[in-house]
């Protein structure tokens, strides 16, 4: 009797002492005291519940980094925004009370504060534009369709579209049809809108020369391509242009009225297709943009 009752309070005692450890390491995790899960430690009577508190102190550790940093991203991205829509707005701005100012009755100059008043308009509202299919992309409200379709009838309209704008720079803007039958598995409606991104850049870029289209296809797949004959980009810019708001020559892109969106949009579209958007590029001979489809 004795016995038993010894051996029952040594197993209650026992009992205590390592339900104050887990408490305490549960406290330590709460407070985000604990550093490393080595620092979890329970004996070897329970190594199932220790391993399994350490997984939950790992994920929850994992989970605190992430949501720090999309805090961070979210805010770098905010204050990208209000930069981008600052610059538009204070030179509209400035025009428009230039012109009340008394430069409304001048006719040297009136017709031309009003058309830089109106580009940087445009500018805004391409920003606008980017802005919204950025966030409806990133969460995760861009639907996909995927059909099959021909790859001909598909490119030759947009490069029609934009004959006109590669002219106005005096560039040849070349599509080569690929073999007549060539189908390719994607969205037509975003694939497009990525297409005209990097055609626009390619146009958008280039001083003198020509924007080229090509198809590549091998077993299981058909790239696109698309090459210019334009500035180029130096290779350390190569991995960030892919990145929202990074421009290789900041001034260079605004004057050709970009939002340092169109890249970070295209990104999206081709990996949204299970694909990865691949760049070459020399400075001072061209770039090349491509990407594969399924067949
Ligand atoms: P932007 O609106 O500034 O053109 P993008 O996201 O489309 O923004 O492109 C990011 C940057 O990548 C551009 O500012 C430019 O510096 C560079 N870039 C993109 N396409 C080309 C190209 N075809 N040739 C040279 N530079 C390019």
Do not use: C, W
């Not at 940087?120 to 966030?135: A, E, F, K, P, R």
């Not at 929202?244 to 949009?265: M, N, P, W």
């Not at 949204?272 to 760049?279: D, E, F, L, N, Q």
């Amino acid at each position: 009797m004795i016995l038993s009752i010894i051996y029952f309070y040594k197993i209650g005692y026992k009992r205590n002492t390592e339900i104050e450890k887990i408490q305490k390491i549960i406290a330590g995790i709460r407070k985000n005291e604990l550093i490393d899960s080595s620092e979890i430690k329970l004996g070897k009577h329970l190594l199932n519940l220790e391993d399994e508190i350490r997984e939950m102190f790992i994920k929850n550790k994992t989970d605190i980094e992430y949501l720090k940093k999309l805090e961070r991203v979210r805010t770098e991205f905010l204050g990208n925004v209000s930069h981008e829509l600052r610059n538009p707005i204070f030179a509209i701005q400035g025009y428009i009370e230039t012109l009340r100012d008394g430069a409304i009755d001048d006719p040297k100059v009136n017709k031309h504060f009003l058309d830089k008043a109106t580009e940087h308009t445009i500018s805004l509202s391409s920003l606008l534009n980017d802005l919204i299919d950025i966030s409806m992309i990133e969460s995760g409200e861009m639907r996909l369709s995927y059909r099959y379709f021909n790859v001909n009838d598909f490119i030759q309209p947009i490069i029609d579209q934009l004959k006109s704008l590669a002219g106005e720079k005096h560039l040849e803007l070349i599509y080569h049809p690929y073999r007549t039958n060539l189908k390719l598995f994607g969205d037509k409606n975003k694939l497009k809108q990525a297409l005209d991104n990097l055609i626009t850049n390619a146009i958008k870029y280039t001083e003198n020369g020509k924007v080229e289209l090509l198809i590549e296809e091998d077993d299981k797949s058909g790239r696109v391509i698309v090459r210019d004959t334009g500035i180029g980009i130096p290779a350390e810019d190569l991995s960030r242009i892919f990145e929202r708001f990074y421009r290789v020559d900041k001034a260079r892109s605004r004057e050709v009225g970009g939002t340092g969106l169109g890249l970070a949009i295209v990104k999206h579209i081709i990996e949204a297709h299970g694909s990865k958007i691949s760049v070459k590029s020399k400075v001072g001979e061209g770039s090349e943009f491509s990407f594969t489809l399924k067949k």
